[in-house]
């Protein structure tokens, strides 16, 4: 591997963020290079938000912590340093317009992935920054690295086919780092005997879209985690906003041999009694013997009825409130990296400066993004994680390099 003043490895928007920021605060005469194992940077950008790239959420820092894991408090000095509000006008300031959506979701207003991508990879270019594509740095390349700054924005194992492929935490390891263990998150829960309550007819124009609904995680006996709002029943099983809210916390009781349950509640906003009355008066204003399918179209959604009736084949008017607002899946296994939006666990936090990125255990060495054991929620929060965690290391390694020139004087 060449000798640079800064090198980065991977070509993600944590790594393209790192080579901007180190870019602008050395000014000209540094050497920054920038690796990526791919010929065009930014391949996983083109993927997110269903190609939509959810950019960040505006929520305020004490919403938006919420929705760190496993450590909001050590993200927070990444955040500070370049935040939500940040990261819209620096995309702005490149050519790319935002946009807000419900959930406070933040988005290019094109809708198109592709153009937050190719206006990164262009401001990269532009502030001098030597891109050397379709190079695999492996982990043994670091031993030999001379004096300099080095950073470490590979990415996570997700979606393997853009080149996440963990290369990352083999290189922390290399370099005396701790990984912990690794996990896919935001990803599809599969439940038990699923195939039974949906067909293939189910899922013939898409997911079946779930709105306004409540999901509990169960592990074992205790409920540990319960969201409301949308989400999706694909072939996969229970899939995107609030299912992938709650994935992580699955995986892993699952990984540890725990039994996982979920519990869908599609009428949230009512109690059991007021859904229940609800339930009594339609069936008295039905005309002639009250039909289940017709008092049915009134509660749910038509492309749901039918699984909701085969997982439920002894449904009455009694038991029907019940069973609206306790649907109970006992959850047997989930997408891979694949699949998976996010991968969870990553290089020990503890053996990372928060406030500057930097290791506690090499000199010159700095990470940013998915590699960390930092992740978020869906809905704009993993590629703010990416944008901060780029921005600050970039900076905070522009300054390891301005030190050490000091010190040579």
């Known amino acids: 591997m060449a000798e640079g003043d800064i090198i980065i490895i991977g ?177 599809a829960l599969h439940p038990r005997e699923y195939s039974s309550i949906f067909s293939g007819e189910d899922f013939a124009s898409g997911a079946v879209e779930v709105k306004n609904a409540g999901l509990s995680l169960r592990v074992d006996k205790d409920i540990v985690q319960t969201e409301q709002g949308d989400f999706n029943f694909t072939g996969d099983g229970l899939e995107s906003g609030i299912a992938y809210w709650i994935s992580r916390k699955a995986v892993w009781a699952m990984l540890n041999g725990q039994k996982v349950e979920v519990t869908l509640d599609l009428k949230p906003a009512l109690s059991h009694e007021k859904l229940a009355a609800r339930i009594a008066r339609d069936v008295c204003e039905a005309h002639g013997k009250p039909q289940m399918a017709k008092i049915l179209r009134g509660l749910l959604p038509e492309s749901l009825i039918d699984a909701f009736r085969r997982a439920n084949p002894d449904l009455s008017f009694e038991n029907l409130a019940s069973r609206l607002k306790n649907w109970n899946f006992r959850i047997d296994g989930y997408k891979g990296y694949e699949r998976a939006v996010v991968t969870a666990g990553g290089v020990c936090l503890k053996e990372i400066v928060p406030k500057t990125l930097a290791s506690r255990i090499r000199k010159g060495l700095f990470f940013a993004g998915e590699v960390l054991d930092l992740d978020g929620d869906t809905g704009g929060y993993n590629l703010q994680i990416a944008i901060s965690t780029g921005a600050l290391a970039g900076v905070s390694a522009a300054k390891y390099i301005q030190r050490s020139r000091l010190c040579e004087e």
């Not at 050497?31 to 194992?37: E, G, N, P, S």
Request: proline share 5%; hydrophobic share 35%; charged share 25%.
């Open 11 to 187: 070509g993600g928007p944590a790594g393209m963020m790192a080579a901007i920021k180190a870019a602008e605060t050395l000014g000209s005469g540094t050497r920054i290079r920038l690796y990526d194992k791919n010929e065009r940077l930014g391949r996983k950008i083109y993927l997110t938000g269903r190609g939509r790239c959810n950019l960040t959420n505006s929520r305020p820092w004490n919403e938006f912590s919420e929705h760190i894991h496993p450590s909001a408090a050590f993200f927070e000095s990444a955040f500070r340093s370049f935040s939500n509000e940040a990261t819209v006008r620096f995309f702005e300031s490149i050519g790319v317009p935002c946009v807000e959506l419900q959930g406070k979701r933040i988005f290019p207003s094109s809708m198109r992935a592709a153009d937050v991508a190719q206006a990164l990879e262009r401001r990269v270019e532009e502030s001098g920054v030597e891109v050397l594509r379709g190079i695999s740095v492996s982990p043994s390349d670091l031993l030999l690295k001379e004096a300099g700054a080095l950073i470490i924005a590979t990415g996570g194992k997700s979606y393997p086919a853009t080149g996440s492929t963990g290369d990352g935490y083999a290189m922390a390891e290399t370099l005396g780092h701790t990984v912990t263990r690794l996990f896919p998150s935001e990803t």
